[in-house]
């Protein structure tokens, strides 16, 4: 049977498809709530079979940029789904080509490459910097500085990038030609500089590390040595980048630009998709057999990427993000002064927002998760919140009710 009818299908796999459904199988390297599952979101919301309704603040991770089922994005990726989803990068992919003029368009880069995921972005880059030192007879320069409490992803030369001990530990036995130094020291990143250094590599806001902006005097530092020492700038915007702190890229905060700049997690809004985005002097250098994905810049990808492209470009996205931000950002400071046995301070850009707390963050998180309020949890005892990019007002304003009436009950 070549054809089997969608009937015959269903009736085949309802036969054979008695697997349990338990955690059993999988690896256990994640520990998600096991009295937890959600079936559905619409928005900001996501929704449990029993018809639960929690407040998304988590979004994935900085992923579902546009909340969930945006009716704009599953247009987009239903048409696609009924054209063609993968002919692989041995043939040209028209959206990709689209998707990556509208992105140089808007920041300061003239190539692209995609990937599928933020840590494949950043190999990308990684081996970009390496490889334009190369192409300009600069073989000795192989080493990238990277900055403590940095995240760069969990692939190994990410790992290596951000020098965590507890994700590098077991894992990273030699040298893998990064150099470490405190995030924010001038001084010691003035020192780590050798003739044998290719790049530096940030986060302009560190994510995991505890949503800390990078300061202005700080960044234009860091570009003032790569200039002096010709050094490639590369920034992890993988997190902070795309409309995440109010600026369609969160380098665009500062007045200075990367050569190398790494997006993932909101540009496919939920979708798998990365980017790695440079200039034309690194993007070059990465010639045919240099570097590849079967699977980066795949057509569905590409349609929810340009889809998230067209939401981000509305004239008053980023503006809003700037006000909703502000208006989060002061009521958390309210509660702060409210609630000072409990939290600490408030951080961040944007809707990319840092509560230090005094109690153990992850067991505030808890208690909101069963208050119906979903937040992260960063470095530095923060919570983490990222809630949709067009979150509404009232959401948001529900979100903080309900961290207060959290507050106020403990
Ligand atoms: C999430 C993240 C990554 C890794 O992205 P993955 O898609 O999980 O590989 C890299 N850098 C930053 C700043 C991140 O927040």
């Not at 945006?70 to 009924?82: F, I, N, T």
């Not at 990273?172 to 405190?182: A, E, L, R, S």
Request: hydrophobic share 40%; glycine share 10%.
């Amino acid at each position: 049977m070549t054809n089997p009818t969608e009937s015959s299908l269903s009736q085949a796999s309802a036969l054979t498809d008695e697997a349990p459904v338990t955690r059993q199988s999988l690896w256990p390297n994640y520990a998600p709530p096991l009295d937890l599952v959600f079936s559905h979101g619409k928005g900001s919301e996501l929704f449990t079979e029993q018809g639960d309704a929690y407040l998304d603040f988590l979004s994935g991770i900085a992923v579902t940029s546009f909340g969930h089922a945006h009716p704009h994005l599953v247009s987009v990726l239903k048409q696609q789904a009924e054209k063609v989803w993968h002919v692989s990068n041995l043939f040209r992919i028209p959206s990709a080509e689209r998707l990556a003029s509208r992105l140089t368009q808007h920041c300061f880069a003239e190539r692209v490459f995609f990937a599928n995921s933020g840590t494949e972005a950043i190999e990308a880059g990684i081996k970009a910097v390496r490889g334009y030192q190369a192409a300009h007879g600069h073989t000795e320069r192989s080493r990238l500085i990277g900055f403590s409490d940095s995240f760069h992803g969990r692939t190994l030369a990410a790992l290596a990038a951000a020098g965590n001990k507890n994700h590098t530990r077991g894992f990273i036995p030699t040298d893998y030609g990064f150099d470490q130094v405190p995030w924010e020291d001038s001084s010691a990143l003035e020192a780590a500089i050798s003739d044998k250094t290719a790049g530096i590599i940030l986060e302009p806001v560190q994510g995991e590390g505890g949503i800390r902006p990078a300061s202005k005097e700080f960044m234009q530092h860091v570009k003032a040595l790569c200039d002096e020492h010709k050094l490639v700038l590369m920034f992890d915007e993988v997190q902070c980048g795309v409309g995440r702190t109010g600026k369609l890229f969160a380098h665009q905060h500062y007045g200075i630009t990367p050569d190398v700049m790494a997006l993932a997690k909101g540009l496919g809004g939920g979708f798998p998709i990365g980017a790695c985005v440079t200039t034309a002097a690194v993007g070059d250098a990465m010639v045919v057999g240099s570097h590849g994905s079967t699977f980066g810049g795949n057509p569905l990808a590409m349609a929810v990427g340009n889809g998230v492209m067209d939401l981000l470009l509305e004239p008053s996205l980023l503006d809003e993000v700037v006000d909703k931000g502000q208006h989060l950002q002061r009521r958390l400071h309210e509660l702060v002064e409210k609630f000072p046995d409990q939290l600490a301070s408030v951080h961040g850009k944007g809707l990319m927002v840092g509560v230090k707390c005094h109690a153990k963050n992850s067991e505030l998180a808890d208690r909101l998760r069963a208050n119906k309020l979903l937040v992260g949890t960063a470095g530095g005892n923060m919570l983490r919140l990222l809630p949709p990019l067009n979150v509404s007002n009232e959401h948001l304003d529900q979100g903080v009710d309900v961290l207060e009436q959290t507050l106020a009950a403990t």
